[in-house]
Nanobody
Framework: VQLQASGGGLVQAGDSLRLSCAAS????????VSWFRQAPGEERMFVAA????????YYGDSVKGRFTISRDNAKNTVYLQMNNLRPEDTAVYYC???????????????????WGQGTLVTVSS
């Protein structure tokens, strides 16, 4: 499966953005999909996950209550709705997918076989 992340941009603190992860080649509903982010000089960090069942979601502590991951199977796309953005949310955001994701490893970037190219989110104060 090929993943294409989009929707990043420059916003002010408190604003919202919605990122999209569009899939081609395979049906994305067969995969668990997550978002990671990487700020300059930092490691890639888990943001949110949506298991392929479509019902179970998980979030990193820093985004709980502000970000929502969802799926539109008809569009073969997973979204990350980001509300109340903060300057510390500034990073390149990546979507990742895997057909065998398990709960114990979902926060590890090594657990994912497929990655999108990343989209930059910049939040100004």
């Amino acid at each position: 499966v090929q993943l294409q992340a989009s929707g990043g941009g420059l916003v002010q603190a408190g604003d919202s953005l919605r990122l999209s992860c569009a899939a081609s080649g395979r049906t994305l509903s067969r995969y668990s999909v997550s978002w990671f982010r990487q700020a300059p000089g930092e490691e890639r960090m888990f943001v949110a996950a949506l298991f392929r069942s479509g019902h179970n979601t998980y979030y990193g502590d820093s985004v709980k209550g502000r970000f929502t991951i969802s799926r539109d199977n008809a569009k073969n796309t997973v979204y990350l709705q980001m509300n109340n953005l903060r300057p510390e949310d500034t990073a390149v955001y990546y979507c990742a997918a895997d057909s065998s994701l398990i709960l114990s490893t979902l926060t590890s970037h090594t657990a994912y076989a497929y990655w999108g190219q990343g989209t930059l989110v910049t939040v100004s104060s």
